[in-house]
């Protein structure tokens, strides 16, 4: 990690960049809506054990991968944009918990703007004293935590100002006292916020589960096969489940139709594999090709659609 100093801005025209941004994760992220990608990262290492960011992107987005060994996350977010999972629940009004022990699944519907705060365990553990120990935490093996609606504003308006503050006066940060207390506030409000948090009682997130379990069984499958692109028909049959089901499973948890998100992972993983690859190995119509696209033209206008530009206009390796 840098050191107390550092803070840094960055705007990204690519998730997979903006993915690969955070050191103490390792992920990826594949745009599953349509737009020109737009993702900004605001991140302070406040020192070695504890780092805040805030991120904002400006469309759907899946996220999947873990935390590094040695870390965990909590995630706050600052604005209510459009509903979300994370491990196939519905983020709603809760905040996000995770750690290096399991792989992580989010999902969003839209635009997302969100705060991590990322603590080293050993620290954390010796800060859980001020909720009554490591050991009462009931929420440990949870990756979503309920908090009350205030504690959560509360939090939110605390890191904006926080954040702002900072970034208004990064001569201030080059005194290690500056530092030292931003990296105090920040773990204040983070431990005030967990003060009252608790497991995600059950409510109704069976069925939420049940969506967002047929949406990854979907995604899965296409990844698995890409040279073989599957439709929605066959999708039904072979995870055995009507077409209303399936259709309303991924408006609940993708906000777009099936057709629209498995078209969508299919050109994002012809961007991914474009921009890892140089011209001269492979073909744009070769790297379309893998993936099920045999219309070129029709594909073109549909990658244009999704992404903003052209296939030539894509940065290659």
């Known amino acids: 990690m840098p050191d107390v100093k550092t803070f840094r801005a960055t705007s990204f025209a690519n998730p997979d960049d903006q993915a690969c941004a955070i050191a103490q994760y390792s992920q990826q992220y594949m745009q599953t809506g349509p737009g020109q990608f737009d993702g900004l990262l605001q991140m302070f290492a406040l020192d070695t054990d504890v780092c805040l960011y805030r991120e904002r992107v400006n469309v759907p987005l899946l996220q999947q991968g873990s935390m590094k060994k040695g870390w965990r996350t909590f995630g ?19 905040i996000g918990h995770l750690s290096a022990t399991r792989d992580f699944v989010a999902q969003s519907a839209g635009p997302s703007d969100h705060a991590g705060i990322v ?28 908090t009350s609606q205030h504690a959560r504003e509360l939090a939110a308006a605390g890191i904006r100002q926080a954040l702002t503050a900072a970034s208004d006066n990064l ?18 409000i983070l431990f005030c916020l967990l003060i009252d948090a ?23 499958h296409l990844l698995a096969v890409p040279n073989e692109p599957i439709g929605v028909l066959q999708l039904s049959r072979l995870l055995r489940v009507s077409r209303r089901t399936l259709q309303t499973s991924f408006l609940e948890v993708a906000g ?41 033209g029709k594909f073109a206008a549909q990658y244009r659609e999704m992404f903003g530009y052209l296939p030539s206009e894509t940065s290659r390796a």
């Open 171 to 188: 001569a201030a940060l080059e005194q290690p006292a500056a530092g030292i207390s931003l990296r105090d506030d920040i773990l204040e």
């Open 119 to 146: 603590v080293g365990d050993n620290t954390f553990v010796d800060y859980a004293d001020y909720l009554g120990g490591i050991d009462s935490l009931s929420w440990q093996d949870h990756s979503l935590l309920e």
């Open 76 to 94: 706050i977010p600052l604005r209510a944009y459009s509903t979300g999972t994370l491990q196939g629940r519905a983020v709603g009004a809760t």
């Open 256 to 296: 777009v139709t099936p057709h629209a998100y498995l078209r969508a992972i299919r050109l994002s993983s012809v961007r991914r594999l474009l921009r890892q690859t140089s011209g001269d190995r492979l073909s744009i119509q070769a790297a379309a090709a893998r993936w099920g696209f045999v219309n070129m």
């Open 198 to 220: 608790h497991p995600p009682r059950r409510r109704n997130e069976v069925t939420r589960l049940t969506y967002s379990e047929i949406v990854n069984r979907c995604r899965e």
